[in-house]
């Protein structure tokens, strides 16, 4: 009786949100090397603001409270990440098998980290031929034997190498060191992926295997327990949820609106609209009638989230989306203006691929729920601002009070201002 009476102890409220807390502890020590390690050449004392600030995002900082499993599923995901940043690939596999058992839409992301760490796995085997072309140039001049020592070395890569352009491609530095712009085409950075994962297949194959593998048992679980969901399979059953998408880069946006809605930012996409005019003109058309089609067609009002008068998703779907008829399509512009910032910023400082392989996992986590919850949007929300290139440290401090200032309002909403249903015993309070 005292073991049970001790193990049940343990297990007390206080104890298991106390969990939360440390992980969110353990979550900031992870933000804080991910920055340092995706921008080397950053001082301390800026790192340490960006730390703070990303720690204090409203959708991540609330639940730190509560005993839920987003804590713990962006502390497991951020640590595979920052390891596989590291080359330490097993161990990255194994954390990721880890955000699985946490949580199952965690796949979505590790194949996500997968793939980033395939595309820095090849900018660095073209970064490290870069080196050995511009060793051995200025020895071809000097000693013709040279070419006979270096032939076993350079690679077909070099061959296919015909113009000035293409060598410029290699000098590219890896996504994790300071950012630059990538002007090379996405078909070229494909073109150059394959060829270069083909030269080194498998070195390729025995670092990734593991993910693989956790891919393999994860299918398997898929199978036997017939969903990807435990629990309540039928309240959240897979459907087509395209809208999930627009309100994600909304709402990423408007937690960072110094970025995305500056007059510098509008001027930049207007500027851009007016260097390819028909491409731009075509692109806006077609992101508007998408848009169109997810909110007539692909928008779902979930029962829970028309019933449960806690969420703050609830007063945000009757008060703002579905005010009236003509509300959720005069909002369409400013989901695709969103979705335009996010690429237009992550472009800048990554590859073209990298940024088509984060919409793809955004879609493949996001699509597939029909209940709007704004902490499925966490993950793919530290994942963009830890991408996107914010040198002005007023930006920073302005993101930073707006957390702040979210977080105090929550949290008094939460303390002080409960209310009680009338068909349930006990206190309800308003949350995320």
Not at 84 to 109: D, E, M, P
Not at 264 to 282: P, Y
Not at 296 to 314: C, G, K, M, Q, V
Request: proline share 4%; aromatic share 16%; glycine share 4%.
């Amino acid at each position: 009786m005292q073991a049970v009476s001790s193990f049940s102890d343990s297990c007390s409220t206080s104890i298991l949100r106390l969990t939360n807390g440390v992980l969110a502890v353990i979550c900031s020590v992870l933000i804080y090397e991910i920055i340092t390690h995706l921008r080397p050449s950053l001082d301390d004392k800026k790192a340490t603001l960006r730390a703070v600030v990303l720690s204090l995002y409203p959708l991540h900082w609330f639940f730190t409270f509560l005993y839920y499993t987003d804590v713990a599923s962006l502390t497991a995901v951020l640590a595979m990440y920052l390891l596989i940043l590291k080359k330490k690939y097993l161990f990255s596999s194994l954390i990721g098998a880890l955000s699985v058992v946490i949580r199952q839409t965690n796949i979505i992301w590790m194949l996500f980290v997968a793939c980033s760490g395939v595309i820095e796995f090849t900018q660095s085997r073209r970064k490290d031929r870069a080196e050995v072309d511009g060793i051995s140039s200025p020895r071809e001049k000097d000693d013709p034997s040279a070419n006979l020592k270096d032939a076993s070395i350079i690679s077909n890569l070099r061959k296919r190498r015909v113009n000035n352009g293409a060598k410029s491609r290699n000098k590219i530095t890896p996504q994790s060191s300071v950012p630059m712009t990538y002007t090379s085409g996405l078909l070229d950075e494909i073109h150059d992926i394959i060829i270069i994962s083909w030269n080194h297949f498998w070195e390729l194959v025995v670092s990734f295997s593991p993910f693989f593998m956790v891919f393999v048992a994860f299918v398997a679980f898929i199978r036997w327990n017939g969903s990807i969901v435990l629990g309540a399979k039928d309240a959240h059953t897979v459907s087509p949820h395209f809208a999930q998408l627009l309100y994600y880069g909304v709402v990423s946006t408007l937690f960072m609106v110094p970025i995305h809605f500056s007059l510098d930012q509008a001027a930049l996409l207007f500027r851009q609209f007016c260097k390819k005019k028909l491409l731009s003109l075509f692109q806006w058309f077609m992101a508007l009638a998408l848009g169109f089609l997810s909110v007539e067609f692909f928008s779902i009002a979930h029962p829970y989230l028309l019933a449960d008068n806690r969420h703050y998703t609830f007063y945000l779907w009757r008060k703002v989306i579905n005010y009236n008829r003509s509300t959720k399509y005069l909002m369409i512009p400013l989901y695709v203006y969103s979705w335009f910032s996010i690429v237009g910023n992550l472009a800048k400082n990554q590859k073209k691929l990298w940024v088509l392989v984060y919409f793809l996992a955004c879609a493949a986590s996001l699509v597939p729920a029909p209940l709007i919850e704004l902490r499925y949007y966490t993950i793919p929300f530290y994942f963009l601002i830890l991408h996107t290139d914010i040198p002005d440290s007023k930006s920073w401090f302005f993101m930073g009070l707006l957390h702040i200032s979210i977080n105090c309002f929550t949290m008094y909403m939460f303390l002080f201002r409960p209310f009680y249903w009338k068909h349930e015993v006990g206190a309800q309070r308003f949350i995320w």
